[in-house]
């Protein structure tokens, strides 16, 4: 890894690495960062699995490929070549979609996840060709909350069930990761209690990561770079 900052990309989840306890604007609106190794952009409710695809209902991938093109009209906000790229992308897949999909299309939950991810990745891969240094950030533990019928953090499945389709999903990412000079951080066994359900000390809401994870963030971007 080369020097910082780390320019972090996705959805509501990149407002982690903007060092505060709250969703940070929507791009281009810039992000209150507080930590001086890491720039937040977040992107809005974008789907993993849909980054590969034009013309989606929340446009994630021209919305990606306009904030990396370095002739956006908002030069202060730009992301120099051969920078380090961290995608957040791939928690609201594995709390609301995977297991649905699973379900209605009568396929295993293990081929749907890889297709997730696999998708996923090869956007990965052309971040990658752009030139940038990318890193993917692990999907968090599921929340240990139900939301039946909740509009803003919908949910399919239990929490160990989720937490199933997430481990798989990161092990995808990983695995993809060691073969194709990408680096996978990831803290989502340090964030589970030892029945297997999500330890949600560490979160700030019922979805979101607090700052009391941040040392086990940067502990294990540490060791990726090692």
Not at 19 to 37: A, H, I, M, V
Not at 174 to 196: E, K, P
Request: aromatic share 12%; charged share 20%.
């Amino acid at each position: 890894m080369s020097n910082y900052p780390i320019y972090c990309i996705g959805d509501s989840h990149v407002s982690f690495f903007s060092g505060e306890d709250n969703t940070q604007p929507l791009w281009p609106k810039p992000s209150q960062d507080r930590l001086p190794f890491f720039k937040s952009f977040r992107l809005g409710a974008i789907l993993a699995y849909n980054l590969v695809e034009y013309n989606t209902q929340m446009k994630g991938r021209e919305i990606l490929f306009t904030l990396l093109d370095r002739g956006i009209p908002v030069p202060e906000r730009s992301i120099p070549p051969e920078s380090n790229v961290l995608l957040c992308f791939g928690e609201i897949d594995c709390r609301a979609h995977l297991l649905k999909q699973a379900e209605q299309q009568k396929r295993p939950v293990e081929s749907v996840v890889e297709e997730c991810a696999n998708r996923y990745f090869s956007v990965a891969q052309e971040v990658k060709r752009l030139g940038y240094d990318v890193f993917l950030w692990n999907v968090i533990p599921s929340t240990r909350f139900e939301f039946v019928g909740n509009k803003e953090f919908p949910t399919y499945g239990a929490c160990l069930e989720r937490n199933y389709v997430t481990r798989l999903f990161n092990d995808n990412l990983d695995a993809a990761c060691a073969t194709n000079d990408i680096t996978f951080v990831s803290i989502f066994d340090q964030l589970l209690a030892l029945d297997g359900l999500t330890n949600m000390d560490f979160y700030r809401d019922k979805v979101h990561l607090s700052q009391k994870a941040m040392p086990l963030a940067l502990n294990a971007l540490k060791l990726s770079a090692t």
